[in-house]
């Protein structure tokens, strides 16, 4: 079956911009969770949705946002962007919101902040 | 909070030697972890978990790890390198309630011919 698919995979913005990723979570899956990879500060959760409801959330502002729609696809909203917000970002879908269940990563879109 | 520390940011081993790489954590009640891999350019490929079954985990590629609840720690081997196993290994857990990974920082594994 498909695995989860991020668009765009590349994205250069400008600072003060604001831009939205997407993520299909593999079919049947029900929880889609985001993750920041940098260089300096490596993997982080950003949030995680589980029938359309953020479940938990990470330590980034509230420029970084996103939804869950109802088919489980989700998308994530970076407003006012700013040059440290160049990363890889990952999104993950589970089929439940357990702990011990299997995270499928995206490949991810490489945002660039110029 | 829980946190995941992974010693040495980079191993190089000889194909063919044994891979070993480290992985502590800190958490009240034994966690669930997991071993990733990534690639350049790639997303996270899962090795393998423990979820409190068994403490000795197979995964996939011929990786294993070990959980040792005493020494809080969930070290990744291999007994054989191959070329192929070169990437980027993340050491991550997550508690019993919640779907948020926390992740180590990573080892990078070069392998020599």
């Known amino acids: 079956k498909a695995g989860v698919t991020q668009t765009p995979r590349y994205l250069i913005k400008t600072r003060g911009q604001q831009v939205t990723l997407s993520c299909s979570p593999i079919s049947g899956h029900r929880s889609v969770s985001w993750y920041q990879q940098t260089p300096g500060q490596g993997l982080q959760f950003l949030f995680e949705?589980?029938?359309?409801?953020?479940?938990n959330k990470g330590n980034f502002p509230g420029r970084f946002s996103g939804r869950q729609f109802s088919n489980s696809r989700s998308e994530m909203n970076v407003s006012t962007l700013e040059l440290g917000d160049s990363a890889l970002y990952l999104c993950a879908s589970s089929l439940v919101d357990r702990g011990r269940d299997e995270a499928f990563f995206g490949q991810g879109t490489r945002l660039t902040v110029v | 909070a829980q946190s995941v520390t992974q010693l040495g940011s980079h191993v190089s081993v000889s194909e063919g030697a044994l891979v070993l790489l480290r992985c502590n954590y800190s958490?009240?009640?034994?966690?669930?972890l997991f071993w990733y891999v990534q690639y350049p350019n790639q997303g996270l490929q899962l090795l393998l978990k423990y979820t409190s079954a068994a403490t000795l985990v197979k995964g996939i590629n011929g990786f294993e790890a070990e959980f040792k609840k005493s020494e809080t720690s969930f070290h990744l081997t291999k007994p054989s390198a191959h070329m192929s196993d070169a990437a980027e290994y993340f050491c991550a857990v997550s508690d019993r309630g919640r779907r948020a990974l926390t992740f180590g920082s990573g080892t990078r594994l070069q392998v020599q011919p």
């Open positions: 958490s009240s009640v034994p966690p669930y």
């Open positions: 949705y589980f029938s359309e409801t953020q479940r």
